[in-house]
């Protein structure tokens, strides 16, 4: 560019980052705004073209209009301006395109934009003055501005002055403006405005880019708007600008390079000799030589100015908008037009951005995890093509970040990681890729151990799965490895041995870990095949070489349990396929018996019992052979344990405990339990002598767990086969009595457990519980009348037993609690955080095993209120389960739903008449009411009967006759309360209320003010927030009788509520049998809904009566209270329980209340690099989910 390079000279002369002026904008205000020539003449130089004319393109639609202020619309404070009628009416006289139109163009997207410039160009050329006038109110209607530029202010007042009477004029009572109005309407305009001004540039690019008016005076514009204090006036004028300057750098560009080739013509013309040369050709070469040269200065003028005015100031502005918009157009600016801005004047301002590592190293934990992503590869191109790239402690900021929940972000982590694990490779040139491949692994394992987030590897890999996944399925270099000895430590070999099996898992599955999955995705038919090849692959590879694996490994519990996992990812069907591999099934089977018979540890036996389950199916030809292997195994255990049983049970009666005799029976009984989960164990006929040892156990109060949770989990296990077993035949009426009384004998054995002071014995109990009542109860059978009288109820102390449990051990805070006498020895050393996380899974597996029984009918709903008045208070941990529940219960019937909701109120405001009255726990009922009172949803007109019904108990509630002993009307406060679900009533309904309180309560009662703030919440139509703060402050007056205290009972609290819906029997629920509680695994399994249809609600008659619902509750557990004792929490061995079982006898898809996934409910949001507080970044889940077989057992 020969003629241009000096264009921007001046621009390394701004070396300062803290000028605040603009010397264009200086010069623009301080003289006139230039006029343009009154003649319609061409400009002053001769164009070899003219300007584009204007193309049709018609639009299919007609342009909504914004809802942004009109510009039309003019403000009555300004005396100078036109009324918006008048400035209609002139243009439609002179048919000038408006600023509306524009804008409305603008606004619908790209596709008219051609035509709309097309149109503006015309009404220009017919009058440049008011064709930039409709341009200056476009972009000021573009601000969101009402103010409007009229003709006289254009005339009159100069550039400054106009923006300080738009600046009054601008609407300051709201912050949004069109860029930055959310949703899609924002990314739409701001792809209009962009695209409008690119299509501007280029059509004048030929022609009116030089008249000298048009851009200089637009340009002048935007520069002392991009200057102001008004952040919607700064952005829009800022992006308008910048855009404007891209269109600008295009056509110089163009015209440089016109330049460079007429002046090698003229060059080439002009070294002719003189009798060769064409004069006429010479004249015009030099002509246009010179008129190019003077459309480059003019274009660079104008880019300078817009350069020094605008991105000098702006690029450092403080809203990231418009500092992005400017960095952005910058590196446009350098790809397009290197010549002029690859250089130190341009290229310092880039440098500044980016000095500050510090700063972009911290926003890697950026709040929003899109802007993390881009700063990781921004590091990563910086690591990589840089000579000096990052240190080690600047990359220890990224690469914990591997271990990060979005997957984005991890991904980006593990492409940096990769990068410079292969970077440490190549340093030292290895032979080939097999040699590269154990460097690999040699590094990632260091790196694993270094990392110390141990049981996170299936993130790790996941991580790395996108960029290192030929190295990852590498099978055969991972068990040269392990295979070999002294190549690794054996903290090394454990690393690795997790690192095989969760590559395995994802190349097999195909799937993210749990905790970054995003939604639901389908694979591909090429991701299917791949994951079908990689199979096929593991198959082949292992299956020779896991037999010899698990026989290196076979003491060592932690890696032998992680090798078991392997066959569950094989294609089976391949043992079958070929004779030779037959061999390999049977030193499996003979592995795994040998392991069973080697270890007591539970996540081994587990894992042994997976692999039973999936290897005895009978979906494959060779089950009967692991079936035959299992049975021996299974005879071998019950004869040990056989040989032992007597002296155990003789315990009680000599006094004396025989330590090996106890340690032999139990090892034997942990493993026969164990197995018990994948194999039917009734043949052996264990359950007798299970169930007298648990007797004998508990009269001689030798309550040893290691012995009785192994015995009651063989119990259990024999029940639950034997329901199978005569579902699936038809059993006589003796085997089914038989039946019946083992079961009725084993829940009253679980029921004394519920009671010991031993924490795993208690909570293995309640577990196993939950599991049989759903097991036999009324619904499960409900379908085969033969089996009828299989049905168990629970006993009322069994149901006491339950709520007591629930609320002694679940409903307790977790930081009360005496950690070190819930963990063993062994898991002391934990991170306590863990421990409680581990605590809060025991919690919730516990209370949806409580909250199924209520929903399957096995309690009563009622028996919910234990439940819901706990709702608000533990909503963080048990929020959803209980919301689950409450939506379910109004499934089964929506009015005893609404009554127990009512009853759970009654009874926290009962406790606390009863132990302390305070304003504060008031207050706290008070939001308990307005959390369940959001449980009723939007459809008002579904809700009406239930709604109603609590309102009238609570009314009831409120002025119940006084007992002997107190005053009258203890519970009017109780209004307070009632009054959070006003708002959810009809208008009907709301009177019809206000005459039964009236009717209800005496007349000296209606100035108290619970009964005034009451009805005024009945009076309003809405929620009247203000309203209730007045009266739910008050402290009740001295017309008001003074409450009493007094102390509840148990069953204190159901003489606090009367009504003739307390008087039937209990609710029978028509649900399917649910999952069982403690024996199943969580599945990434789709929640089935309920097939029961959703009650149809009948209208309210005009007569307001208590609405009946076809279900009542029992009198004696209608408001039942437990009091709570205060008993150390426990924890249990086990886990999570599942979201999908099936019915046995219907195979129905079931209800599943637990979630497995506290890591979002509790993950912390990464904070943004300019936040005061430390930040972190997010980890996974690192829960482990006991692994259980009843749920394949019962599909």
Same mark, same amino acid.
């Given at each position: ?95 000038? +395109? ?286 990589? /093509? ?98 070999? $000895? ?79 996992? =392997? ?41 042994? =019992? ?24 299974? $005879? ?145 059978? /409900? ?54 996380? /581990? ?42 389960? +209980? ?132 009805? /005024? ?179």
């Amino acid at each position: 560019m020969a003629s241009g390079s000096s264009a921007l000279d001046s621009l390394g002369e701004l070396d300062s980052p803290t000028d605040s002026g603009s010397d264009y904008e200086a010069t623009m205000k301080g003289t006139k705004r230039r006029k343009p020539a009154v003649s319609k003449q061409p400009p002053k130089r001769t164009r070899h073209t003219a300007a584009l004319k204007g193309m049709s393109s018609p639009s299919g639609s007609s342009v909504p209009t914004p809802p942004g202020p009109s510009p039309q619309s003019v403000s009555q404070g300004t005396s100078m301006q036109l009324s918006a009628r008048s400035v209609r009416s002139m243009n439609e006289e002179s048919q000038i +395109i408006s600023a509306k139109d524009i804008y409305d163009a603008v606004c619908s997207g790209k596709s008219a934009m051609v035509t709309v410039v097309d149109e503006w160009l015309d009404s220009y050329k017919r009058s440049q003055e008011a064709g930039l006038l409709v341009l200056i109110n476009f972009i000021v209607q573009s601000c969101g501005c009402k103010g409007v530029v009229t003709r006289k202010m254009f005339d009159s007042m100069q550039n400054a002055e106009i923006i300080s009477t738009l600046t009054k004029e601008f609407n300051e009572d709201s912050v949004n403006y069109p860029l930055c109005t959310p949703g899609p309407q924002l990314k739409r305009f701001k792809a209009g405005l962009c695209e409008f001004a690119r299509v501007l540039v280029r059509s004048c690019r030929n022609s009116l880019v030089y008249d000298e008016y048009l851009f200089p005076s637009l340009l002048a514009l935007l520069t002392g708007l991009s200057d102001s204090q008004v952040r919607a006036f700064r952005h829009t004028s800022t992006l308008l600008a910048i855009k404007l300057m891209t269109g600008l750098v295009e056509v110089a560009v163009v015209v440089s390079v016109q330049l460079q080739t007429t002046q090698q013509q003229y060059n080439t013309e002009n070294s002719k000799r003189a009798h060769d040369r064409a004069s006429d050709r010479l004249e015009e070469l030099q002509a246009t030589v010179r008129e190019l040269r003077e459309n480059r200065e003019e274009l660079s003028s104008m880019m300078n100015a817009t350069f020094r005015g605008v991105f000098v100031h702006r690029y450092r502005d403080q809203l990231p908008e418009i500092r992005g918009v400017c960095i952005e157009e910058l590196g446009l600016w350098l790809k397009m037009d290197p010549e002029d801005f690859l250089n130190d004047g341009c290229l310092k301002y880039l440098g500044w951005t980016m000095h500050d590592k510090e700063r972009i190293l911290s926003m890697v934990l950026d709040k929003d995890p899109d802007v993390a992503v881009e700063v990781v590869n921004l590091l990563l191109l910086i690591q990589q /093509r840089t000579d000096e790239g990052l240190d080690e402690e600047e990359c220890g900021h990224i690469y914990p970040l591997v271990y990060a929940s979005h997957r984005g972000l991890a991904s980006a982590a593990g492409g940096f990681l990769y990068s410079k694990l292969k970077s440490v490779i190549t340093s030292h040139s290895q032979e080939n890729d097999k040699a590269n491949n154990a460097a690999f692994f040699q590094i990632l394992i260091s790196f694993f151990i270094q990392s110390e987030f141990h049981e996170h590897g299936a993130y790790l890999v996941d991580s790395l799965w996108h960029v290192a996944g030929s190295e990852l399925r590498d099978w055969e270099t991972m068990t040269t490895f392990l295979l070999q $000895d002294d190549e690794l430590m054996y903290e090394e070999e454990g690393v690795l041995i997790e690192l095989m099996m969760c590559a395995i898992r994802q190349a097999a599955q195909a799937t993210p870990p749990v905790g970054r999955t995003q939604g639901k995705k389908n694979l591909s038919m090429k991701d299917k095949k791949i994951q079908e090849q990689d199979k096929r692959r593991i198959t082949t590879h292992f299956i020779p070489l896991l037999p010899q694996l698990l026989a290196k490994y076979s003491a060592d519990a932690r890696n032998v349990k992680l090798l078991l996992k =392997a066959p569950l990812y094989f294609d089976l069907e391949m043992y079958s396929s070929a004779q030779w591999l037959e061999k390999h099934l049977d030193l499996l089977l003979s592995q795994v018996c040998g392991i069973v018979e080697k270890h007591t540890e539970v996540a081994v036996l587990e894992a042994c =019992a997976h692999l039973v389950s999936a290897l005895s199916s009978d979906c494959y030809t060779f089950s009967s052979r692991a079936q035959m292997a299992f049975s021996q195994l299974f $005879d071998v255990l019950t004869e040990c344990f056989s040989t032992y049983v007597n002296d155990l049970l003789q315990v009680g009666e000599c006094g004396i405990a025989n330590d090996d005799d106890t340690y032999s029976g139990a090892t034997a009984l942990k493993r026969i339990a164990a197995l018990s989960s994948a194999k039917d164990p009734t043949a052996w006929k264990l359950f007798d002598s299970c169930l007298e040892l648990l007797k004998s156990r508990m009269e001689s109060r030798e309550l040893d767990k290691e012995l009785m949770v192994p015995a009651m989990k063989c119990a259990a296990f024999h029940l639950m086969w034997a329901k199978v077993n005569v579902v699936n035949s038809k059993p006589t009426e003796a085997e089914l009595k038989r039946l019946k009384k083992e079961v009725r004998s084993f829940c009253r054995v679980c029921q004394d457990c519920l009671s010991l002071n031993q924490i795993d014995i208690r909570d293995q109990a309640f577990e196993l519980l939950c599991d049989l009542l759903l097991l036999y109860s009324v619904g499960s059978v /409900r379908s085969e009348p033969a089996l009828q009288a299989l049905a168990h109820l629970p006993s009322d102390s069994l149901r006491s037993e339950l709520a007591a449990f629930l609320l002694d051990y679940v409903f307790t805070d977790t930081e009360d609690v005496e950690l070190h006498g819930i963990l063993t020895p062994t898991e002391k050393s934990e991170d306590e955080e863990e421990m409680k996380i /581990r605590l809060l899974q025991k919690k919730r597996n516990q209370l949806a095993g409580y909250c199924k029984l209520v929903i399957y009918g096995v309690l009563d709903l009622t028996a919910a209120t234990d439940v819901f008045k706990h709702y608000n208070k533990y909503f963080k941990d048990f929020g959803d389960i +209980i919301k689950e529940t409450l939506s379910k219960s109004k499934l089964i019937n929506p009015v005893q739903s609404a009554k127990t909701v009512c009853l759970s109120l009654q009874q926290l405001f009962s406790e606390m008449l009863t132990e302390h009255h305070s304003r504060q726990d008031l207050t706290e009922i008070r939001d308990l009411a307005k959390r369940l009172a959001m449980s009723f949803g939007i459809d008002l007109h579904r809700v009406r009967k239930p709604l109603v019904a609590l309102h009238m108990d609570g009314i009831r509630f409120a002025f119940r006759d006084p007992q002997e002993g107190e005053q009258p009307n203890p519970n009017v406060a109780f209004l307070e309360i009632l009054s959070e679900f006003s708002f959810k009533l009809l208008q009907p309904d709301r009177a019809q209320l206000a005459e039964f309180l009236k009717s209800a309560c005496p007349s000296a009662a209606l100035s108290w003010p619970p009964v005034k703030l009451y009805q /005024r919440s009945l009076e309003a139509r809405a929620t009247s927030k203000a309203t209730e703060q007045e009266g739910g402050d008050e402290v009740p007056s001295h017309d008001m009788p003074v409450v009493k205290r007094r102390r509840t009972t148990a069953q204190g609290s159901a003489s606090t509520t009367r009504g003739s819906w307390l008087d039937n029997s209990s609710i029978q629920s028509s649900l399917h049998t649910p999952a069982l509680t403690s024996t199943v695994q969580k599945q990434p399994a789709k929640r089935i809904a309920s097939r029961k249809p959703r009650p149809v609600e009948s209208d309210i008659s005009s007569t307001l009566t208590e609405p009946e619902s076809e279900d009542e509750f029992s009198p004696e557990l209608q408001m039942r209270k437990v009091k709570l004792n205060k008993r150390w929490l426990a924890s249990s061995s086990k886990n999570t329980p599942s979201p999908r079982q099936q019915d046995l006898n219907s195979h129905l898809n079931l209800l599943s209340l637990i979630e497995d996934d506290i890591s979002e409910r509790d993950e912390d949001e990464i904070e943004d690099y300019h936040s005061d507080s430390d930040t972190g970044y997010t980890l996974p889940s690192t829960r482990h989910t006991s692994l259980s077989v009843l749920d394949e057992l019962f599909d």
